[in-house]
């Protein structure tokens, strides 16, 4: 045997069974591991910003920008003048449980969020090295966003499952809650953020929610369960708090520095986009083109003469001498300079919320204030309202938001939902109106894969 | 045996056991009367006729060997072959005529099939023969190669001994006339007397069953086996004017599938062997360039969409478009147990094995070869003219109930009534043109060996304009051997550039614009976009808008042996392995449509995928008893890594200078990802054959993949596989004797499967696509599970070979079943966990089965005209047969227990709503409204069967070679195009005439539902439901070739040694249902596979 023999098998052998780490591989680049996210207050804050992020999505969700346009359409604020089916379908209200945009903006979206906003409200609970500061501050956030979630969610499905952690074997199999269940969790979401978030915004802008913000959606909760005193309060705690007043101009309404605005959603600069609404409302110059969103005549109808945002806020286009009137509260369609953020709360809703509380509170004074300081500032030469009948009071506070409102986040259309009146409105403004549109189909798909979901009736 | 007897004879053994009573017959008389028996079973029916006389005793054993068919050994030194005999027999046995013929001076042996005569020796002779020949020999092949590995066996003893490096063998302790059988894999066998064995040359089989085969780690033939592998051939490859190896395979291989993706040149060819054996639908082979696993794949390498991308199957730019097949000797399809397990986990899925050409010893070779052709689109479906189309557009807003406005009805309000346009022959009636051109040179010693080549290849477009699809390669081959020969090195580095460049999307969904949409283009040459202030598609901004994808591929490996010792060898093998695609589509101002962003855009993209493999192998050959043992023990390192990065850009000033990313105000979009992979392994081979008679094949192998968590990385496989070729057997020789061949062979194994992408298992979180304030985000990366593990995939197999008529015919039919459990599925999740999926593993049960013929017939070989078959089949099965607790998971309604996982699980389509006109669907639990629960199985996507079917008919220097592959299956029709992209029959899109058959008051026995502006109410219930699905059928004349060798004569003055035209058609004629939908991509909106057809020129210096 030749002497070279046992050197080689003795170092073959040891070659191939070395190496025991052979197959453990390096984090890729781009990740990091879940406890490395909270071991430290900059990354634990870039996880929660990480949800504004998926917010802000540059391609729309509920929380940019299709709210207003699909929620719209399905409310007599809005028409559809292009021919993607899908879109059509929230304009004709016939809308089927296979709706993409209605599963990935509506559902599948804000479920994405819910997730992430439990992944962190987790992770920070058990984490010991983020500071007390920012852990406050950012479970503060998290709760917001989840309750803000689940807001829509609601409004749009009606019942839906309520998850609160981030285990995907149980999440998986939820059945749908109440809407009380899930109104209770919102309250208890946003009155943890009260408790945690400070007054004043984390940063410069009002990018993040503070402590107003969850107050804000508080009195929109507040006034679906018609708890007029909370509405009165939260409402008024805002209104009262000096840090927001109305924008004279309301060409500043929507700017970036706007002082009425309470929360903005940013999209990234190097993004052209400014907003959502902004690029999607706004036809392009081009003479010849029709706008794809173009305002209702019973919209328009509803303005009064000298109303300034009729003339401020509706943009118009003529095309082949037929004049199309389209939402123009932004306006800008797209540049790189960006001088548009996406308003998510502004301080009018609060006089108009409170407006309606004061109302069924039988301080009709108060109410014909809150409504006259909104109506004031869009038509300064105009009368002020005033009636002593609850109810006429009433229809004057909910035509004012329809018009305030329009064409922004589905006012309208949850609005109608709330107090009701969807069937009597929409049965005279569109052909096909049945009454089980109020509510979408939960997405087929979801059910198909969780069969403890059921469907709303009528789908 | 024999010689056993003989020897006993002569020296009257003593232990003879001999009843008492047989005790008073003289021994020898006994003794002769079994030998006699035993001659008279081994030589049944060998009797012989003769009438000879005067004649040379040569030619009276040549005689006897025509007759028998044996083989005759003499040697010429003792014997004198020129004596003359005369000797009449009347058909007496064999044995008895040799007696007769053979003087009292010499003796015969009949061993096996051979004949030896010898001189009939004292016994001292005998002794001093035995002591000194120690007999050195040297095998080698026609050209005087040595053969390495060659086999010498000592006929009817237990001695057998192999060649080393340089061909060369030693045996010792035999005699002079002791005949060796010289056997090596793909030659014919020798049998030679060992004195005569200085140097012997084998010749080449002419068999198929003794073409090489090329397995893991190793070669052998199809006859020694004991796996299944089927193979192709360059010749088989060089037939088809295709760019893709892959598309080569179609129809080809039993047991293999290969579906095109859609007919741009450059997409995907999506290959399954044996079924899809995951849920998960991790079902892709293992691909393996010179050993060298390729590092994508068979994964689409481009990420941004183009006309290559098929929305349905989700595939692009194929990986395999950066390999010529030209420079492909082989493509080996390993199959069963016993050829994959070797690969362990990554061989699930079957193994795919292309072996690249190698340089031959000889003289200096140039071998040339160019072709050009062009492409064009098939038939395709016949469309609505302007007059049904305008009917169709009236009747279904009419049927809506919708008065038309101008936005929504252009083509009733503002279009020209009366213009007709067939987009068809617009946009995609055009004519590609093909060039192909190899140049190859190759040559050397038996100490070094050399292949030079270089390629290119370009292929324009069918869409207006002609955008090439080019490849450029060049490949070499280096061999060198020592002196010695103890060492040997081989280098191969093949680098391929390739330029693809196509239109952003594929146009063939914009022929089914409205026949009278207005023109596309203004006075002054640009784009047009609007007629009476209406904004219509404009499918020319596809082609403003341009892809372009630069890949570039090298495949390198370094193969080095050192023989330790004579029978055992150190290999290492050591491979690379980069392909980087670099893509860039490009979106000019120009390009948009008035309501887009008036913003031009460039996208970029880069995607770099690199592996590398190393493999030290141990390798111990040696003859122990009647066999021969192989030996092989080795390891495998290997590492992949992915990159890939994209960048969009945007708000260029000038459109010149959109690939400068300087000239672009915003950089929006920048991602990069990257994934690692490495994977250990530690292999060992077991082979050991008999005589060819009985093979047994050992394997056995432990694995690491870096894709499981800690403590779930390693796992242990292993196979075995037998053969026993009873054709080898006397006493079945003589039972049929028309069959030439035949072989029994089986394998059980267990391999796994880690095809679950990385880091599946880890809790991570990754940068968002965003950022939020100009600060960085972070999102979770997805669900992780740190517990799952190996899926484990047993495999059996049985098969039978036959042969008849000295193998002209070849006949083989094989039975499969595998079966994968713990299936490693990426659990589809609702979007209420967040996330579509998470990867686990489930107690899911699959088993693939089905039966795998093929057959080769030489039905002609009559002097020049030769005609031959090839047939194969494959009829396939899929079940589910178990998965507990389907009921509550989320695959209840997507899977079933006891069907197939590719069954059509949906609606079940009742027929038109006679009231109105609209498809309805069975509602199964009668509940009113429809769900999962109203889910039935109407069918399975599964082909039912497949093959492919070759004729090859040749006259002298012509050659004709048709080539048919067929499909019999269930599919998607056109329904489902229409149906999935929302361009059902009523909106502003043309529909294929058939339709015009649609459901009206007066034609309610109609086909199609009505015409509708808006989908119906049911129809996102169409596309889940069976009505979209039917016979997908096709019989298909795949190719088509036709060759000339020029005669030698005409070359006779010239360097030339050998020239060839030819001319070749690919995919010519479909026969299917429905006429112009292609039943393999069926995609109604995807360019179907393109005809082409190639004339060529082939020379040899």
């Known amino acids: 045997m030749k002497p070279a023999l046992y050197p080689t098998i003795f170092l073959f052998i040891f070659v191939i069974t070395s190496c025991k780490k052979a197959v453990d591989v390096d984090l890729p680049i781009n990740k990091i591991t879940s406890p490395a996210v909270f071991a430290d207050d900059k990354t634990a804050t870039a996880a929660v910003l990480g949800l504004y992020s998926k917010m802000a999505a540059t391609a729309g969700t509920f929380s940019n920008g299709t709210t207003s346009i699909y929620m719209g359409l399905s409310s007599d604020e809005l028409k559809y003048m292009g021919t993607a089916s899908e879109i059509l379908a929230f304009n004709t209200n016939i809308i089927s449980a296979d709706n993409g945009l209605l599963y990935s903006n509506f559902w599948a979206d804000p479920y994405k969020i819910i997730y992430q906003a439990n992944a962190c409200i987790e992770g920070l609970n058990s984490s010991s090295a983020v500071t007390n500061e920012v852990k406050k501050q950012l479970l503060g956030e998290a709760c917001f966003v989840r309750a803000f979630c689940y807001w829509y969610l609601l409004n749009v499905f009606g019942d839906v499952p309520l998850l609160l952690s981030s285990d995907y074997e149980t999440n998986a199999r939820s059945a749908r809650n109440t809407s009380t269940q899930v109104t209770s969790q919102i309250i208890q979401d946003l009155e943890a953020a009260r408790s945690m978030l400070s007054k004043s915004y984390p940063t410069s802008g009002k990018l993040r929610p503070n402590y107003y913000v969850a107050t804000a959606l508080l009195s929109r909760v507040n006034l679906k369960v018609e708890n007029w005193k909370g509405v009165d309060e939260t409402a008024g705690e805002i209104i009262g708090s000096g840090v927001y007043s109305l924008e004279t101009d309301l060409s500043k309404c929507f700017l970036i520095g706007s002082k009425e605005a309470l929360w903005q959603l940013a999209i990234p600069d190097a993004q052209i986009i400014n907003t959502i609404e902004g690029n999607r409302f706004i036809p392009v110059s081009s003479v010849t083109v029709v706008p794809n969103y173009v305002l209702t005549p019973s919209l328009l109808s509803a303005f009064e003469s000298g109303d300034l945002r009729r003339t401020n806020w509706v943009g118009t286009k003529t095309v082949s001498g037929v004049s199309y009137q389209y939402p123009y509260k932004y306006k800008v369609r797209s540049n790189a300079v960006k001088s548009e953020h996406c308003i998510v709360f502004r301080l009018p809703e609060l006089y108009l919320n409170r407006a309606e509380a004061r109302c069924h509170l039988n301080n009709l004074p108060g109410a014909l204030s809150d409504l006259n300081e909104i109506k004031k500032r869009a038509n300064p030469s105009g009368q002020p309202f005033s009636s002593t009948t609850q109810s006429v009071v009433e229809a004057a506070i909910s035509k004012e938001k329809r018009i305030e409102f329009f064409a922004e986040w589905g006012m309208r259309w949850f609005d109608l939902g709330r107090t009701g009146q969807t069937d009597n409105v929409l049965s005279l403004a569109k052909t096909a109106w049945t009454g089980k549109a109020k509510l979408f189909p939960i997405p087929a798909t979801e059910i198909q894969l969780n069969p403890n979901l059921t469907q709303n009736p009528g789908f | ?1101």
């Open chain 2, 1 to 1101: 045996m024999f010689i056993f007897l003989q020897n006993h004879t002569r020296k009257r053994v003593k232990f003879c056991i001999v009843p008492k009573f047989l005790r008073h017959i003289p021994i020898r008389y006994y003794c002769t009367t079994i030998l006699l028996l035993l001659v008279s079973i081994a030589t049944h029916a060998q009797n012989v006729t003769l009438k000879v006389k005067d004649r040379p005793i040569s030619e009276v054993i040549k005689s006897i060997e025509k007759q028998t068919g044996y083989t005759t050994f003499y040697d010429a030194e003792i014997f004198d072959r020129n004596r003359r005999v005369t000797i009449t027999t009347d058909n007496l046995p064999l044995k008895t005529v040799l007696d007769r013929l053979l003087s009292n001076n010499y003796s015969y042996d009949i061993i096996s099939k051979t004949i030896v005569i010898k001189e009939k020796m004292q016994v001292g002779d005998l002794e001093k023969k035995i002591k000194s020949d120690i007999i050195k020999g040297r095998v080698v092949d026609e050209k005087g190669q040595p053969l390495v590995g060659a086999t010498i066996s000592l006929q009817g003893k237990q001695q057998i001994t192999t060649t080393n490096s340089n061909g060369e063998f030693t045996l010792s302790d035999l005699g002079a006339r002791d005949v060796l059988t010289i056997t090596f894999v793909g030659y014919v066998p020798k049998k030679i007397l060992a004195k005569n064995s200085s140097v012997v040359i084998l010749t080449r089989m002419e068999s198929k069953l003794d073409d090489v085969q090329v397995i893991a780690y190793g070669t052998t033939t199809k006859r020694l086996n004991t796996g299944s592998v089927s193979t192709i051939t360059t010749k088989e490859i060089a037939q088809q004017p295709v760019s893709n190896p892959l598309a080569a395979l179609s129809g080809k291989v039993p047991g293999l599938l290969v579906t095109q993706s859609t007919g741009v040149p450059g997409s995907s060819f999506n290959i399954q062997i044996r079924g899809r054996n995951s849920i998960a639908q991790g079902s892709q082979p293992l691909i393996l360039i010179d050993g060298i696993p390729f590092a994508p794949g068979n994964e689409a390498i481009s990420s941004l969409p183009s006309a290559l991308t098929n929305g349905v199957t989700g595939t692009a730019l194929s990986p395999f478009n950066s390999i010529n097949p030209s420079d492909i000797e082989s493509i080996e399809i390993l199959k069963d147990a016993d050829a994959t397990t070797i690969y362990g986990s990554r061989g699930a899925n079957g193994v795919v094995l292309i072996t690249t050409k190698k340089g031959n010893a000889g003289k200096t070779r140039v071998t040339a070869n160019i072709n050009q052709g062009f492409t064009q689109v098939g038939t395709t479906v016949k469309l609505m003219d302007t007059q049904q189309y305008l009917e169709m557009r009236r009747e279904a807003f009419s049927n809506s109930g919708v008065v038309p406005i101008a936005a929504q009805a252009p083509d009733l309000l503002i279009w020209d009534q009366n213009r007709y346009t067939n987009y068809k022959d617009e946009l995609i009636g055009g004519t590609g043109k093909l060039t192909n051109a190899q140049l190859s040179l190759s040559g050397g010693s038996s100490e070094i060996q050399y292949l030079i080549g270089g390629s290119f290849y370009s292929e324009t477009a069918v869409f207006p304009n002609a955008l090439p699809n080019t490849r450029g390669a060049v490949n070499t081959n280096l061999t060198h051997s020592s002196k010695d020969q103890r060492f040997k090195i081989t280098m191969s580095a093949s680098y391929t550039a390739g330029l693809n460049r196509t239109a952003a999307a594929d146009l063939t969904r914009y022929t089914f614009l409205s026949p009278n949409t207005p023109d596309f283009f203004t006075s002054d040459g640009k784009l047009k976009w609007l007629e009476g202030g209406i904004q219509y598609e404009n499918p020319y901004r596809y082609l403003f808008q341009t892809y372009t994808a630069n890949t570039n591929n090298l495949v390198s490996s370094l193969n080095t042996s050192y023989k330790i010792l004579d029978n055992l060898t150190l290999k290492v093998a050591i491979g690379y392995n980069q392909l980087t695609a670099k893509e860039k589509k490009l979106s000019p101002v120009s390009s948009l449509a008035p309501n887009q962003n008036q913003i031009g855009t460039s996208n970029f993209a880069r995607s770099e995928y690199s592996s590398w493999n190393i493999e030290p192998q141990l390798e111990y050959q040696k003859g122990i008893w009647k066999g021969k043992l192989d030996i092989l023990l080795g390891g495998t390192f290997h590492q992949k890594k992915s990159y890939s990065e994209s960048i969009t850009a945007s708000g260029f000033t000038t459109e010149a200078l959109m690939e400068s990313l300087q000239a672009a105000s915003t950089i929006s979009y920048v991602d990069n990802a990257f994934a690692h992979y490495k994977y250990q392994a530690l292999f060992a081979r077991v082979n050991y054959n008999i005589e060819d008679k009985y093979l047994v094949n050992l394997t056995a192998r432990r694995d690491g993949s870096s894709r499981f968590g800690p403590g779930k990385q390693y796992a242990n496989f292993g196979a075995v596989g037998a053969a026993w070729i009873f054709s080898g057997e006397n006493w079945f020789k003589n039972l049929i004797p028309i069959l030439s061949f035949g072989k029994l062979r089986g394998s059980f194994g267990i391999t796994g499967n880690d095809q679950i992408g990385d880091y599946q298992f880890l809790d991570s979180w990754q940068a968002g696509i965003q950022t939020y304030e100009g600060n960085a985000t972070l999102i979770p990366s997805g669900l992780y599970n740190p517990d799952y593990s190996w899926e484990v995939n047993k495999k059996l197999e049985g098969a039978i070979d036959f042969g008849f008529w000295d193998n002209r015919i070849l006949f083989s039919i094989g039975y499969y079943r595998n079966r994968s459990s713990n299936q490693l599925v990426a659990y589809r999740l609702p979007y209420l966990t967040g996330f579509a999926s998470i990867i686990r593993n489930f107690p899911a049960l699959i088993q693939n089965d089905g039966w795998e013929f093929t057959a080769n017939a030489d039905l002609l070989k009559k002097d020049q005209l030769k005609w031959s078959i090839a047939f194969n089949a494959t009829i396939p099965r899929n079940k589910l047969l178990s998965f507990p607790g389907i009921e509550s998971s989320t695959y209840a309604s997507v899977y079933k227990v006891g069907e197939s996982l590719n069954s059509i699980y949906g609606f079940k389509y009742t027929g038109i709503d006679p009231s109105s006109g609209i498809y309805t669907f069975s509602d199964v639990d009668g509940n009113g409204s429809y769900n999962s629960k109203d889910f039935v199985i109407s069918g399975r996507l599964d082909p039912k069967f497949y093959g492919g079917i070759t004729n090859t008919v040749s006259y002298k220097g012509l050659e004709l070679n048709i080539f048919f592959d067929y499909r019999k299956q269930m599919g998607r029709n056109l329904l489902y195009s229409m149906y999935t992209s929302s361009m059902v029959p009523g909106m502003l899109w043309n529909q294929p005439a058939i339709v015009t058959d649609r459901w009206t008051a007066a034609n309610s026995n109609a086909e199609y539902e009505k015409y509708s502006t808006v989908m119906q109410s049911t129809a996102d219930r169409v596309s889940l439901s069976d009505r979209v699905y039917s016979d997908q059928s096709f019989i298909r004349l795949r190719n088509l070739s036709f060759s000339y060798m020029l005669p030698m004569k005409t070359q006779a003055k010239t360097l030339l040694t050998g020239a060839r035209i030819y001319a070749q058609g690919q995919n010519l004629v479909t026969w299917n249902r429905q006429r112009g939908f292609d039943p393999e991509t069926q995609n109604l909106y995807a360019l179907p596979p393109l005809r082409i057809f190639t004339l060529g020129i082939q020379a040899t210096f």
